[in-house]
Structure formats: structure tokens, C-alpha cells
């Protein structure tokens, strides 16, 4: 198997390299990551600018991109040959609910996913102190004995608890608003500069990604690029029929 590792915390980080240590055992690994950090860049590709990658020394073959996780896949799957799988991650913090719309590391998998691989997506919060890396391989390991075999599912997002986890949990993602406050400031020149928040309003709903992580649950949702509101498409289509714009099945 062969298996691209990219992240979007940049190629220096400490969840990219527990990542790859722990994909080493399932296949041949080559890491592929920004050169800086690229957190909440969501799914955003480089196109007005040219891509290049430069060797980064590492266990495994590792290389560094002037760009963003869907560049680096795409730029990794194109220079290395036909990949299996796409793990993205750890990411040093948490990417549950809402919070998948910006997130760079699911983009990454779902990158792969787009490409026609298979895409997974690992994240964990962080404090302030460093996430006890050592410590979550093993679960790392136990969640790709999982996934890996369930070749029917080409993308998932995996969110690890804080602390040792209590075990792993299927889960849905979570859709419950968050503040997206602008919090204006000053920087030292007396000019303008805002901060964004995504801080969630409301309780997690039992059954979701965040309720399963808040309650100390490896959390494994698996998604699928349709954004198409089916159930809204059915009715829409009923209640407002459209003489030219009848669905094509
Ligand atoms: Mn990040």
C-alpha cells in the first residue's frame, strides 16, 4: 500500500511525523507538506502562482511544498505514481463540526478523495501543552486497522480526545452554530487588525463527532463529497416545479 502523509500544520510538525511513524507498518509512506503553516485553509489550491517541492531530511522520503494540503497531494500524487491512501494530520487542534468547512487538514484528504484515493483526515486538540504523541499511536494504529479494510469508505475524519480514549465511536458531524465573532484589536503601529473565532454556542448532540470527543471518544465520521441536500432537492422539486430546470438522473 502505498500512502501519502500530509498535514496542513506545516512539515516541522510533531503530528506529522507521529502519523507517518505510525503509517510506516501499514505500507510505503512519503510525506508530502506545506513549508509553513497552512491551519484554516480549507480547500484552497495555488493558481496564480507556479509549485515547487524541495527534500526534507526524514525517515521516510519526505519533500516540503511553497503551498497549501490540496496542493501538496495533488502535486505529490502527480510525482510519485499511483497512491492508495491519503492520511492528513495529526492536526494540532480539532477538526469537528462546523470547523471541517476551513479545516486544511481534512482538505488534504479530501484531496485525495477528489483524485480518486482515499482520503483520511486525523486531529486532536491542543492546550497548552504538546498532545502526547507517543501515547496515541497505538490508537492511530487500531483506527487505521479499522479503516484501512473498508475500502467503501474514500473519506473519513478521525478526531482523537485529549488523554488516554475511552475507545472509538462512529460518528456524524456535528451542525450546531458557532459565533464566527470578528474581534477587532490594534497592532503596535495603532492600526486596525481583527482576530476570527469559531468557538461553538451550543451543546454537542449525542451521536456526533464532538460529543464523542467531548466524552473522551475516538470520533470516526465518515463523509462524501455531495454536498446536495437530497431530502431539499426532492421537495423542492415537488412544491416548486422548475419547466426547464427538471433534475437530469
Ligand atoms: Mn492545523
Not at 110 to 137: H, N, W, Y
Not at 209 to 226: F, K, M, N, Q, W
Request: aromatic content about 6%; some cysteine.
Amino acid at each position: 500500500m502505498r500512502i501519502l502523509v500530509t498535514n496542513d500544520d506545516g512539515i516541522y510538525s510533531p503530528g506529522i511525523a507521529a502519523l507517518a511513524d505510525v503509517a510506516r507498518a501499514f505500507g510505503e509512506v512519503c510525506i508530502v507538506a506545506p513549508d509553513v503553516e497552512m491551519s484554516s485553509a480549507g480547500h484552497s489550491i495555488t493558481a496564480t502562482r507556479p509549485l515547487s517541492y524541495k527534500r526534507t531530511p526524514r525517515d521516510v522520503e519526505a519533500y516540503r511544498v511553497n503551498g497549501t494540503p490540496a496542493d501538496c497531494v495533488a502535486l505529490g500524487n502527480h510525482a510519485w505514481g499511483r497512491v492508495d491512501v491519503v492520511l492528513s494530520g495529526v492536526n494540532l487542534g480539532p477538526n469537528l463540526g462546523n470547523s471541517m468547512w476551513h479545516s486544511g487538514t481534512l482538505a488534504g484528504a479530501k484531496q485525495g478523495t477528489l483524485l480518486g484515493l482515499r482520503g483520511i483526515a486525523f486531529s486532536t486538540p491542543v492546550g497548552d501543552e504538546e498532545p502526547a504523541f507517543d501515547a496515541m499511536k497505538p490508537w492511530i494504529a487500531r483506527v487505521l486497522e479499522l479503516l484501512l479494510p473498508a475500502t467503501e469508505l474514500n473519506l473519513v475524519n478521525v478526531n482523537l480526545p485529549s488523554g488516554t480514549p475511552r475507545g472509538m465511536r462512529w460518528t456524524r458531524q456535528s451542525v450546531r452554530h458557532y459565533d464566527g465573532r470578528v474581534v477587532p484589536g490594534r497592532d503596535p503601529m495603532g492600526r486596525s487588525h481583527y482576530w476570527m473565532t469559531v468557538v461553538p454556542l451550543e451543546a454537542a448532540e449525542p451521536g456526533t463527532d464532538r460529543h464523542a470527543v467531548e466524552s473522551g471518544y475516538v470520533s470516526i465520521t465518515p463523509l462524501r463529497l455531495d454536498l446536495t441536500d437530497h431530502a431539499a432537492l426532492d421537495a423542492a422539486v415537488r412544491r416548486h416545479p422548475a419547466e426547464d430546470a427538471a433534475p437530469v438522473s
